[in-house]
Nanobody
């Protein structure tokens, strides 16, 4: 089971960007929370937005009103739409998922992270 992210790149301040992340693997039973975190140069990783399996969302104060997270449970995918981007949004964005995985003895829950995708917002 793995997470694969796409999107990212360079965008001018005020522009928009979309990120996508898909959880894939034959042993996925279900997925609980999914979300996006980011890490700016020289800073700790921080939450951007999360979404539960039932669609309840949570946003960091720094992105409220500019970011929308959405989820398609049918294909185990989440998307992040960033509008009115700011230079402070620059960083490596990581996809996260709490995944219930089938095992020989039943199942377990793993916290998975994608490899990260770079977003650069130029001023």
């Amino acid at each position: 089971v793995q997470l694969q992210a796409s999107g990212g790149g360079l965008v001018q301040a005020g522009g928009s960007l979309r990120l996508s992340c898909e959880a894939s693997g034959h042993d996925i039973v279900s997925i609980n929370d999914m979300g996006w975190y980011r890490q700016a140069p020289g800073k700790q990783r921080e939450l951007v937005a999360t979404i539960t399996a039932t669609g309840k969302t949570h946003y960091a104060d720094s992105v409220k009103g500019r970011v929308t997270i959405a989820r398609d449970n049918g294909v185990n995918t989440i998307g992040l739409q960033l509008n009115n981007s700011e230079p402070e949004d620059t960083g490596v964005y990581y996809c996260y998922a709490s995944v219930v995985i089938r095992t020989f003895r039943g199942s377990r829950t793993d916290d998975l992270w994608g490899p990260g995708t770079l977003v650069t917002v130029s001023s």
